[in-house]
């Protein structure tokens, strides 16, 4: 289809009154914005920047235009604010890319991909009053529902990809439920429950149930005509005054194979990224430790030099544990035990509720250093027995010298099994191991 004619229905959302005041529902008035542009007689007449990510989102529009006063409001309100913009430009980046082709796959107006512009501004630990999280801003019972893990590890509403699939199969979902993406974004905002209680309550009246028809939340009001102020920008910035970054139409991450748990720090130095822009990408790590999924999110131009450090690396990837605290147990003893102060054992762990007299307020698991101390006692690991050295030439005629590895703190089987380029299956085998085992400091490890 022909830009020309992906963009029939939406010239006339650029007819915009320069003086439209701003709507009571805004949280505070602008600063003088520029003037907006007039409707333009002709399509041809609407300048384009050149192509880029941004242009491939505008010829994926699809949505009719949205007749309402409140879409000018937020235009104006969007347009007084280029600062607002480029931050959540530039936070995008990371991110834009990878919402645009799963929104593709799906066939789904490209407008959804500009979601998370109202939800979250691009912030990807975003969390509202009501406790929703993430870039598509999940509440904690649909973000269980849609198989977005909440524990004390981690919180997949905050991973990426994860709740990017979440988001689009719970907008499908929402849009076969009532036939219209306006009403599926409506009910995204407010509950399903809410948008069909109006649509019943129009009916029985013998009124619409279009979305603008409809008695909804003051919230839901505006929240679709604020994706249609954001689409109208991005369809033609320089008409509302702004300088829209261009963003490079191609991949900014991938994912990476990793242990299934190590540190934040160490993750980010194999990968020579700061721990911010690690985290930008894996976000979901609610501990010091990323642990999980044995997958990390990193920038496209890193994935290599990230597998191949991780492979030499030979220092304890994991400097944490965790320690099962009872109920009422005080943090100055739990902090004595481990060899720390009380403001440490806070700093790791914030969110633990206390008492007036600093104990604990429910059992619960507190993140502790693991002391790496040479002068540990060494466990010997529980292995199959090994045949005499006699027997075994005797079988064999000559047998290769048998290689031990003594388990350190933060060691995975993974990570061995990398280093000494074998399988993890081999070291399960070779040693009597469940796939499920732990490895204690320590313990000695055959090797092939």
């Excluded at 994706?227 to 991949?251: C, M, R, W």
């Excluded at 429910?362 to 060494?378: G, L, R, S």
Aim: glycine share 4%; net charge positive.
């Amino acid at each position: 289809m022909q830009f020309r004619g992906k963009l029939g229905s939406m010239a006339l959302v650029l007819a915009l009154a320069s003086a439209s005041a701003m709507g009571a529902e805004l949280a505070s008035p602008p600063p003088p914005g520029p003037v907006l542009p007039s409707a333009f007689a002709d399509l041809d007449d609407v300048p384009l920047p050149d192509p880029d990510l941004w242009q491939r989102i505008r010829m994926g529009f699809a949505l009719d235009a949205l007749d309402s006063p409140r879409v000018a409001e937020h235009e104006q309100w969007y347009a007084s604010r280029p600062d607002y913009i480029k931050r959540f430009v530039d936070r995008g980046s990371l991110y834009l890319h990878y919402i645009v082709e799963q929104v593709e796959k799906r066939n789904m107006p490209m407008e959804i991909a500009l979601l998370p512009v109202i939800e979250s501004a691009f912030t990807p630990k975003a969390q509202s009053r009501a406790k929703a999280s993430g870039l598509w801003q999940f509440i904690p019972s649909t973000g269980k529902n849609y198989g977005l893990t909440q524990d004390w590890w981690r919180d997949n509403r905050r991973d990426v990809v994860a709740a990017t699939d979440a988001a689009l199969n719970y907008l499908q979902r929402l849009h076969d439920m009532f036939g219209s993406w306006e009403l599926a974004l409506a009910a995204y905002n407010c509950g399903e429950g809410k948008v069909a209680r109006a649509i019943a309550y129009n009916e029985k009246r013998g009124l619409p149930t279009d979305y603008l028809s409809l008695k909804l939340p003051p919230e839901t009001q505006n929240y679709v005509p604020k994706l249609f102020a954001v689409k109208n920008i991005v369809l033609s910035p320089t008409s509302y005054g702004i300088e829209l970054d261009s963003l490079p139409d191609q991949p900014y991450f991938t994912e990476v194979r990793a242990p299934s748990k190590i540190d934040v720090k160490v993750a980010a130095k194999l990968a020579g990224m700061s721990e911010e822009d690690f985290v930008a990408l894996n976000p979901a790590h609610n501990k010091p430790v990323a642990s999980g999924t044995g997958i990390l999110i990193l920038p496209l131009d890193k994935a290599d030099a990230f597998k191949a450090n991780l492979e030499s690396y030979d220092k304890p990837l994991v400097s944490w544990t965790t320690y099962q605290a009872k109920r009422y147990e005080a943090l100055d003893a739990i902090a004595k035990r481990h060899a720390l102060t009380v403001a440490q054992l806070k700093a790791a762990n914030p969110e633990l509720k206390v008492d007036r007299k600093n104990r604990l307020r429910a059992a619960t698991a507190v993140m502790v250093p693991m002391k790496h101390d040479a002068n540990q006692p060494v466990k010997v690991a529980h292995l199959a027995p090994v045949a005499p050295k006699g027997a075994a030439l005797a079988a064999a005629g000559s047998a290769p010298t048998l290689r031990l590895y003594t388990v350190r703190a933060g060691d995975t089987l993974y990570g061995i099994a990398l280093r000494y380029k074998t399988a993890v299956e081999t070291l399960l085998d070779l040693n009597r191991l469940s796939a499920n085992a732990v490895l204690q400091p320590g313990l000695k490890l055959r090797l092939p």
